[in-house]
T-cell receptor, first 117, second 111 residues
Framework: DAGITQSPRHKVTETGTPVTLRCHQT?????MYWYRQDPGHGLRLIHY???????DKGEVSDGYSVSRSKTEDFLLTLESATSSQTSVYFC????????????????FGSGTRLTVV | SQQGEEDPQALSIQEGENATMNCSYK?????LQWYRQNSGRGLVHLIL?????REKHSGRLRVTLDTSKKSSSLLITASRAADTASYFC???????????FGTGTRLTIIP
Protein backbone atom coordinates (compact mmCIF):
# COMPACT_ATOMS: atom_id res chain seq x y z
CA ASP A 1 0.00 0.00 0.00
CA ALA A 2 1.17 3.44 -0.86
CA GLY A 3 3.04 5.16 1.96
CA ILE A 4 3.38 2.17 4.25
CA THR A 5 5.44 -0.96 3.84
CA GLN A 6 5.95 -3.98 6.01
CA SER A 7 8.90 -6.33 6.02
CA PRO A 8 9.32 -9.18 5.71
CA ARG A 9 6.14 -10.28 3.93
CA HIS A 10 6.59 -13.87 5.01
CA LYS A 11 8.67 -15.46 7.72
CA VAL A 12 9.05 -18.89 9.22
CA THR A 13 10.87 -19.09 12.52
CA GLU A 14 11.50 -21.59 15.27
CA THR A 15 9.95 -21.56 18.71
CA GLY A 16 12.02 -19.62 21.19
CA THR A 17 13.77 -17.35 18.69
CA PRO A 18 13.38 -13.57 18.68
CA VAL A 19 11.71 -12.03 15.65
CA THR A 20 11.43 -8.41 14.58
CA LEU A 21 8.89 -7.11 12.11
CA ARG A 22 9.31 -3.70 10.56
CA CYS A 23 6.77 -1.10 9.53
CA HIS A 24 7.93 1.89 7.51
CA GLN A 25 5.81 4.89 6.51
CA THR A 26 6.48 7.84 4.27
CA UNK A 27 3.35 9.79 5.27
CA UNK A 28 4.78 11.43 8.40
CA UNK A 29 1.72 10.28 10.33
CA UNK A 30 1.88 10.55 14.07
CA UNK A 31 0.05 7.35 14.99
CA MET A 32 1.20 3.82 14.21
CA TYR A 33 -0.33 0.52 15.23
CA TRP A 34 0.42 -3.19 15.20
CA TYR A 35 -2.47 -5.64 14.88
CA ARG A 36 -2.62 -9.36 14.53
CA GLN A 37 -5.31 -11.12 12.55
CA ASP A 38 -6.48 -14.61 13.38
CA PRO A 39 -9.50 -16.58 12.17
CA GLY A 40 -12.50 -15.96 14.38
CA HIS A 41 -10.85 -13.04 16.18
CA GLY A 42 -10.73 -10.33 13.58
CA LEU A 43 -7.96 -7.81 14.19
CA ARG A 44 -6.62 -7.35 17.69
CA LEU A 45 -4.39 -4.49 18.73
CA ILE A 46 -0.95 -5.45 20.02
CA HIS A 47 0.79 -2.11 20.57
CA TYR A 48 0.49 1.38 19.26
CA UNK A 49 2.53 4.56 19.13
CA UNK A 50 1.49 8.18 19.29
CA UNK A 51 4.88 9.63 18.59
CA UNK A 52 8.61 8.99 18.68
CA UNK A 53 9.44 7.00 21.81
CA UNK A 54 5.77 7.13 22.88
CA UNK A 55 4.17 3.70 22.84
CA ASP A 56 1.44 1.89 24.72
CA LYS A 57 -0.01 -1.58 25.03
CA GLY A 58 -3.03 -2.92 23.23
CA GLU A 59 -5.27 -5.79 24.21
CA VAL A 60 -2.88 -8.64 23.29
CA SER A 61 0.55 -7.24 24.16
CA ASP A 62 1.99 -10.15 26.18
CA GLY A 63 5.08 -11.56 24.49
CA TYR A 64 5.54 -8.50 22.26
CA SER A 65 7.54 -5.32 22.52
CA VAL A 66 7.78 -2.32 20.22
CA SER A 67 10.08 0.55 19.51
CA ARG A 68 9.76 3.79 17.63
CA SER A 69 12.98 5.74 17.39
CA LYS A 70 11.96 7.62 14.24
CA THR A 71 8.62 8.87 13.01
CA GLU A 72 8.75 6.62 9.98
CA ASP A 73 9.62 3.30 11.63
CA PHE A 74 7.70 1.16 14.10
CA LEU A 75 9.25 -2.17 15.04
CA LEU A 76 7.44 -5.12 16.57
CA THR A 77 9.55 -7.71 18.38
CA LEU A 78 8.49 -11.13 19.50
CA GLU A 79 10.91 -11.68 22.32
CA SER A 80 10.73 -15.49 22.23
CA ALA A 81 8.39 -16.72 19.54
CA THR A 82 5.72 -19.28 20.40
CA SER A 83 3.36 -21.23 18.18
CA SER A 84 0.45 -19.14 19.46
CA GLN A 85 2.06 -16.14 17.77
CA THR A 86 1.64 -17.70 14.35
CA SER A 87 -0.53 -15.10 12.69
CA VAL A 88 -0.78 -12.38 10.10
CA TYR A 89 0.53 -9.08 11.43
CA PHE A 90 -0.65 -5.75 10.11
CA CYS A 91 0.77 -2.34 10.65
CA UNK A 92 -1.44 0.71 10.28
CA UNK A 93 -0.97 4.47 10.38
CA UNK A 94 -3.31 7.33 11.00
CA UNK A 95 -3.38 11.05 11.38
CA UNK A 96 -5.72 12.85 13.65
CA UNK A 97 -7.04 16.35 13.62
CA UNK A 98 -8.74 17.49 16.74
CA UNK A 99 -9.05 15.89 20.08
CA UNK A 100 -8.44 12.24 20.57
CA UNK A 101 -10.34 9.98 18.21
CA UNK A 102 -9.20 9.52 14.63
CA UNK A 103 -11.08 11.65 12.14
CA UNK A 104 -9.68 9.78 9.22
CA UNK A 105 -9.36 6.12 8.43
CA UNK A 106 -6.34 4.03 9.02
CA UNK A 107 -4.00 3.07 6.21
CA PHE A 108 -2.86 -0.52 6.45
CA GLY A 109 0.23 -2.27 5.21
CA SER A 110 0.02 -5.49 3.24
CA GLY A 111 0.79 -7.66 6.23
CA THR A 112 3.45 -10.09 7.40
CA ARG A 113 2.55 -13.75 7.55
CA LEU A 114 4.53 -15.25 10.43
CA THR A 115 4.72 -18.97 11.09
CA VAL A 116 6.33 -20.25 14.27
CA VAL A 117 7.28 -23.92 14.08
CA SER B 1 -12.66 -8.01 23.17
CA GLN B 2 -14.25 -6.70 20.00
CA GLN B 3 -15.88 -3.31 19.82
CA GLY B 4 -17.94 -4.50 16.86
CA GLU B 5 -19.68 -7.71 15.97
CA GLU B 6 -20.71 -8.11 12.35
CA ASP B 7 -23.76 -9.97 11.17
CA PRO B 8 -23.96 -12.13 9.19
CA GLN B 9 -20.58 -13.83 9.34
CA ALA B 10 -20.91 -14.81 5.69
CA LEU B 11 -23.16 -13.63 2.88
CA SER B 12 -23.50 -14.80 -0.72
CA ILE B 13 -25.59 -12.89 -3.25
CA GLN B 14 -26.00 -12.65 -6.99
CA GLU B 15 -24.21 -9.93 -8.87
CA GLY B 16 -26.39 -6.86 -9.17
CA GLU B 17 -28.21 -7.43 -5.89
CA ASN B 18 -27.76 -5.28 -2.83
CA ALA B 19 -25.71 -6.49 0.12
CA THR B 20 -26.40 -5.42 3.69
CA MET B 21 -24.08 -6.05 6.60
CA ASN B 22 -24.75 -5.12 10.19
CA CYS B 23 -22.48 -4.22 13.06
CA SER B 24 -23.31 -4.01 16.74
CA TYR B 25 -20.97 -2.51 19.26
CA LYS B 26 -20.72 -2.50 23.01
CA UNK B 27 -19.57 0.88 24.25
CA UNK B 28 -20.19 4.48 23.30
CA UNK B 29 -18.22 5.51 20.26
CA UNK B 30 -16.92 8.71 18.76
CA UNK B 31 -17.01 7.36 15.25
CA LEU B 32 -17.50 4.09 13.44
CA GLN B 33 -15.62 3.02 10.35
CA TRP B 34 -15.99 0.31 7.74
CA TYR B 35 -13.11 -1.43 6.03
CA ARG B 36 -12.78 -3.93 3.20
CA GLN B 37 -10.18 -6.67 3.00
CA ASN B 38 -9.50 -8.63 -0.13
CA SER B 39 -8.00 -12.07 0.33
CA GLY B 40 -4.34 -11.88 1.30
CA ARG B 41 -4.30 -8.10 1.45
CA GLY B 42 -4.42 -5.35 4.02
CA LEU B 43 -7.58 -3.55 5.04
CA VAL B 44 -8.81 -0.60 3.03
CA HIS B 45 -10.79 2.21 4.61
CA LEU B 46 -14.23 2.65 3.05
CA ILE B 47 -16.18 5.16 5.06
CA LEU B 48 -16.34 6.87 8.45
CA UNK B 49 -19.50 7.97 10.21
CA UNK B 50 -19.42 10.14 13.31
CA UNK B 51 -21.59 9.63 16.34
CA UNK B 52 -23.66 12.72 15.53
CA UNK B 53 -24.42 11.49 12.01
CA ARG B 54 -27.20 9.06 11.10
CA GLU B 55 -26.45 8.27 7.49
CA LYS B 56 -23.63 8.70 5.05
CA HIS B 57 -23.13 7.87 1.38
CA SER B 58 -20.07 7.22 -0.71
CA GLY B 59 -20.65 6.00 -4.26
CA ARG B 60 -22.48 2.66 -4.00
CA LEU B 61 -21.99 2.56 -0.23
CA ARG B 62 -24.55 3.67 2.30
CA VAL B 63 -23.80 3.55 6.02
CA THR B 64 -26.27 4.15 8.81
CA LEU B 65 -25.62 4.58 12.49
CA ASP B 66 -28.08 4.19 15.35
CA THR B 67 -26.33 5.16 18.57
CA SER B 68 -29.38 4.33 20.69
CA LYS B 69 -29.18 0.71 19.51
CA LYS B 70 -25.40 0.73 19.23
CA SER B 71 -25.59 -0.55 15.70
CA SER B 72 -24.52 0.33 12.19
CA SER B 73 -25.24 -1.09 8.77
CA LEU B 74 -23.32 -1.05 5.51
CA LEU B 75 -25.29 -1.31 2.29
CA ILE B 76 -23.55 -2.00 -1.00
CA THR B 77 -25.89 -1.38 -3.91
CA ALA B 78 -25.71 -3.03 -7.34
CA SER B 79 -23.02 -5.46 -6.22
CA ARG B 80 -20.16 -6.46 -8.50
CA ALA B 81 -17.84 -9.44 -8.50
CA ALA B 82 -15.05 -7.11 -7.36
CA ASP B 83 -16.98 -6.47 -4.13
CA THR B 84 -16.16 -10.01 -3.01
CA ALA B 85 -14.15 -9.44 0.18
CA SER B 86 -14.39 -9.38 3.95
CA TYR B 87 -15.90 -6.30 5.53
CA PHE B 88 -15.09 -5.07 9.01
CA CYS B 89 -16.58 -2.43 11.22
CA UNK B 90 -14.38 -0.66 13.74
CA UNK B 91 -15.14 1.84 16.45
CA UNK B 92 -13.18 4.35 18.45
CA UNK B 93 -14.12 5.80 21.77
CA UNK B 94 -14.20 9.47 22.53
CA UNK B 95 -10.74 10.74 23.36
CA UNK B 96 -9.05 7.55 22.19
CA UNK B 97 -7.13 7.06 18.97
CA UNK B 98 -7.38 3.31 18.96
CA UNK B 99 -9.76 1.44 16.70
CA UNK B 100 -11.30 -1.83 17.84
CA PHE B 101 -12.38 -4.14 15.06
CA GLY B 102 -15.14 -6.66 14.72
CA THR B 103 -14.68 -10.16 13.35
CA GLY B 104 -15.95 -9.33 9.88
CA THR B 105 -18.49 -10.41 7.28
CA ARG B 106 -17.32 -12.49 4.37
CA LEU B 107 -19.19 -11.30 1.26
CA THR B 108 -19.22 -13.39 -1.90
CA ILE B 109 -20.73 -12.01 -5.10
CA ILE B 110 -21.81 -14.73 -7.49
CA PRO B 111 -21.42 -13.71 -11.15
Amino acid sequence: DAGITQSPRHKVTETGTPVTLRCHQTENHRYMYWYRQDPGHGLRLIHYSYGVKDTDKGEVSDGYSVSRSKTEDFLLTLESATSSQTSVYFCAISESIGQGSPNYGYTFGSGTRLTVV
Amino acid sequence: SQQGEEDPQALSIQEGENATMNCSYKTSINNLQWYRQNSGRGLVHLILIRSNEREKHSGRLRVTLDTSKKSSSLLITASRAADTASYFCAGSRRGNEKLTFGTGTRLTIIP
